[in-house]
């Protein structure tokens, strides 16, 4: 049974600063990995998705990496921003299967 | 098309009734998730439809739970016989094949008393 886990639970960073979240999974046979980004009580924004063949994929000020041997990815975040507070999930889906697995989420408190 | 739809936002029930949820997916998006949420978890696989067929089922959508997507356009998902444990936040989201996003709904947050 995949289990994602995601470190830490909570960040609280300055403005400005560059940071990193990390997601773990114990199954490394994924289709592929998404992070999203889900604001209180809403429901949750896609922000990459990085399939089983790639390392990594960059939108913006965003980047994520995928290392399947190790089974873990990292969510890069530079120059952060007030904007950015919000909770970050990971997820993975399996090959044959349209079910995402997430993680609990980070956290994330961009203090002005 | 302003996204994912869902309603209510908000429903609350006593144990034992049933309630109903609506999810109306992006115009022409094909595929149609359910997930259910819970405070400080991360959400769950509920059941995935592509068109009107549903092609997965998590064996967490127990006897109670029963999602139809009739005509591949708007699905619902009906909880039977309510129990406290189903309180969640109830979040459906769509997709298409030909484009990658996966587009959430605001939810549902189910309380039951």
């Known amino acids: 049974k995949q289990e994602v886990t995601q470190i830490p639970a909570a960040l609280s960073v300055p403005e400005g600063e560059n940071l990193v979240l990390n997601c773990s999974f114990t199954?490394?046979?994924?289709?592929?990995l998404q992070w999203f980004r889900q604001d209180p009580g809403k429901g949750l924004t896609s922000l990459l998705l990085?399939?089983?063949?790639?390392r990594e994929q960059t939108s913006g000020r965003l980047n994520a990496s995928l290392d399947k041997s190790s089974g873990r990815s990292t969510l890069y975040i530079a120059a952060s921003q007030p904007g950015d507070s919000a909770t970050y999930l990971c997820?993975?889906?399996?090959?044959?299967?349209?079910?995402?697995?997430f993680g609990k989420g980070t956290k994330l408190t961009v203090n002005p | 098309d302003t996204g994912v739809s869902q309603n209510p936002r908000h429903k609350i029930t006593k144990r034992g009734q049933n309630v109903t949820f609506r999810c109306d997916p992006i115009?022409?998006?094909?595929?149609l998730y359910w997930y259910r949420q819970t405070l400080g978890q991360g959400p769950e696989f509920l059941t995935y439809?592509?068109?009107?067929?549903?092609?997965?089922k998590s064996r967490l959508l127990s006897d109670r739970f029963s999602a139809e997507r009739p005509k591949g356009s708007f699905s619902t998902l009906e909880i039977q016989r309510t129990e406290q444990g189903d309180s969640a936040m109830y979040l459906c989201?769509?997709?298409?094949?030909?484009?990658?996003?996966?587009?959430f709904g605001s939810g549902t947050q189910l309380s039951v008393l």
């Open positions: 990085i399939q089983s063949s790639q």
């Open positions: 199954d490394s046979a994924i289709y592929n």
């Open positions: 115009s022409e998006h094909n595929r």
């Open positions: 997820a993975n889906s399996q090959g044959g299967s349209e079910k995402l697995v």
């Open positions: 989201a769509s997709s298409s094949n030909l484009a990658w996003g996966m587009f």
């Open positions: 439809f592509q068109n009107e067929a549903q092609l997965e």
